[in-house]
Structures are given as structure tokens and as C-alpha cells.
């Protein structure tokens, strides 16, 4: 099954590229315009790009929105998670947390998909903690300072595979996989 991965962000495609392959898709990677509307849930921001790259000729593809939801800020960075690492950065995020004792926070996932002509969105969250400082190279945006639950390191410290084993967004592409395979 062939799926084109829609995505500015060449982090999120390899994650994608190593969760789907191994599960018996073909993955393309390319990106496309689509004007993330301001909105309360991740899901809202994916159905509106779902519906602004209908009948652009793209075929069978897939898009997510993700975030980090912090709870000592009651959800924050969450929807605006890409603006928030755009300007305060993970050292911001850091200095939010100063002195707070509750660091819990979860990584959610949702992912859009348009196959042979219908629409699907599924989920997934990964609960966990925010580090005290950044450790690890792997991944990107956040992963440096989110402790997975169950684990010790950061998901910058873990290789994809493992990443992906538990991640939201593995996660989201495991109900991906299973909800597509119902289709053929
Ligand atoms: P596209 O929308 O083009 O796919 P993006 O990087 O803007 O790329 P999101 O809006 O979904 O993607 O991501 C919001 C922010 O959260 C962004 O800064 C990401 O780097 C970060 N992020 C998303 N998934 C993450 C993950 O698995 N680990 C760490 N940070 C992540």
C-alpha cells in the first residue's frame, strides 16, 4: 500500500517512514502547503487540513498534529506547541517548570488520513514527565526533555524503534495500520 506523508518536518517523517515500512507500506515523503487554523484540539487543526488538500491529485496520504500538554500549565504548550519551541524554545519551557513540583505531562498525537477517497483520523497520548534538563541527540522538537512513563531517559536518548514503541504518535500510526488494513 503506497501512503504519501505529509510533513515539513523531516523528524516526523522518518518516524513515520520506519513505523509504516515495517508494517508493509510504501512511504513517500513531501510537503504541502496547509494553513494551520488556530483551534482548541488537534484534531480540529487536522480536519481543516484534511479538507484544504482535497482534490490537489495527492493520493493516498497522511498528515498529524501533535503536542506536548503540560499539566502545571494546564495544557500549555499543547495546540501551540510549534510556536512555543519557535520562540521560547525547550530552555523557556524549562523556566516555566522552575520551582514546580508537578512536572507530569503527555505527548498527543493525531493523525488525518485521506485513503481511496475517504477520510480517518485516529489518536495516541504518551504519558510522562518533563526532565529537569535536556539530554539525548536523537528525535527532535521536545524529545530532548520528555521522560516517557516506565523510563529513565528522554525520548532523544532512545533509538526510533523504541521511540515509535511507545510514542503518541507510534501509537496513533499503530491505529493507523490496523483501521487501513480493514479497508483492503
Ligand atoms: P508539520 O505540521 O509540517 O507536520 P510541525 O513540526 O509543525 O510539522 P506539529 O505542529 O505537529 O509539527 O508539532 C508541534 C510541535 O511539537 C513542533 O515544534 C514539533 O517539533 C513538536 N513535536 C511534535 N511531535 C513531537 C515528537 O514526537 N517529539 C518531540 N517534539 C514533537
Redesign the pocket.
Known amino acids: 500500500m503506497k501512503l504519501r506523508i ?4 523531516p ?2 517523517a522518518v ?1 513515520f517512514r520506519h513505523a509504516l515500512g515495517g508494517l508493509g507500506f510504501d512511504i513517500e515523503h513531501g ?1 504541502e502547503d ?1 494553513d ?1 487554523i488556530q483551534a482548541d484540539t ?1 484534531q480540529e ?1 487536522v480536519l481543516s ?1 484534511l479538507s484544504q488538500l482535497r482534490g490537489r491529485g495527492l493520493g493516498d496520504y497522511a ?6 500538554f503540560i499539566d502545571a500549565l494546564d495544557g500549555f ?1 499543547g ?1 501551540y ?6 520562540t521560547i524554545g525547550i530552555d523557556g519551557i524549562l523556566r516555566l517548570l522552575d520551582g514546580r513540583e508537578d512536572r507530569s505531562a503527555r ?1 498527543e ?1 493525531c493523525i488525518g488520513c485521506s485513503f481511496r477517497g475517504e477520510e480517518l483520523t485516529v489518536q495516541g497520548k504518551c504519558e510522562g514527565t518533563i526532565a529537569h534538563r535536556p539530554s539525548g541527540t536523537g ?5 530532548p526533555i ?1 521522560v516517557p512513563s516506565g523510563y529513565d531517559g528522554t ?2 536518548e532512545m533509538s526510533i524503534d523504541v ?1 515509535n514503541g511507545i ?3 507510534g501509537r496513533a500510526i499503530q491505529a493507523l495500520s490496523a483501521a487501513l488494513k480493514e479497508k483492503v
Not at 505529509?6 to 518536518?9: C, D, R, Y
Not at 528525535?139 to 524529545?143: A, E, L, S, Y
Request: net charge negative; proline share 2%.
Open positions: 505529509i510533513t515539513s518536518n523528524g516526523k518516524e510537503d496547509c494551520e488537534l487543526v487540513c498528515l498529524d498534529d501533535s503536542g506536548l504548550p495546540v506547541s510549534s510556536y512555543a519551541l519557535r505527548f498525537c528525535g527532535f522538537g521536545f524529545d520528555f525520548f532523544a521511540k510514542s503518541h504518535r
